[in-house]
Nanobody
Framework: QVQLVESGGGSVQAGGSLRLSCAASGLTFSSYVMGWFRQAPGKEREFVAVISWAGTSSSYTDSVKGRFTISRDNARNTVYLQMNSLKPDDTAVYYC???????????????????WGQGTQVTVSS
C-alpha cells in the first residue's frame, strides 16, 4: 500500500520560510518522479515543483522560481520543499505526489501522477 505523508506546514508571516517534507512508503521511491502541488480555497489544484528520480533535475512554476527549492533524499524516501520569501498568495494546502518515470515536462499536471498525499496547510499572513 503506497503512502505519502506530508508534514511541515503551518502559519507564517509574509517573508518567512517553511520546509515541507513528504515521506513515502510502499513504493520504490527512487524510481518515481516526485512533485508538489497546491490548492487554495476556491481554486483548482496547481503544479508547484517537480524533481527527477535521481534529484538531478527540477522544474518550477513561474510564481515560485527563486523562492522555492525542491529536493529529495532517496535513502530516506523523502522529498522536500523549501519555501522562502513566502507571500500571502502562497497560502494553500500543499500536496506531494508520485509519478512513474517520465520526463519532467510531462509531470506538470495532476493527471500525470499516480499517488497523492493527504496535504498539509500553509498559511501566510501579511
Amino acid at each position: 500500500q503506497v503512502q505519502l505523508v506530508e508534514s511541515g506546514g503551518g502559519s507564517v508571516q509574509a517573508g518567512g520560510s517553511l520546509r515541507l517534507s513528504c515521506a513515502a512508503s510502499g513504493l520504490t521511491f527512487s524510481s518515481y518522479v516526485m512533485g508538489w502541488f497546491r490548492q487554495a480555497p476556491g481554486k483548482e489544484r496547481e503544479f508547484v515543483a517537480v524533481i527527477s528520480w535521481a534529484g538531478t533535475s527540477s522544474s518550477y512554476t513561474d510564481s515560485v522560481k527563486g523562492r522555492f527549492t525542491i529536493s529529495r533524499d532517496n535513502a530516506r524516501n523523502t522529498v522536500y520543499l523549501q519555501m522562502n520569501s513566502l507571500k500571502p498568495d502562497d497560502t494553500a494546502v500543499y500536496y506531494c505526489a508520485a509519478a512513474r518515470p517520465r520526463p519532467l515536462a510531462a509531470a506538470r499536471t495532476s493527471r500525470d501522477y499516480d499517488y497523492w498525499g493527504q496535504g498539509t496547510q500553509v498559511t501566510v499572513s501579511s
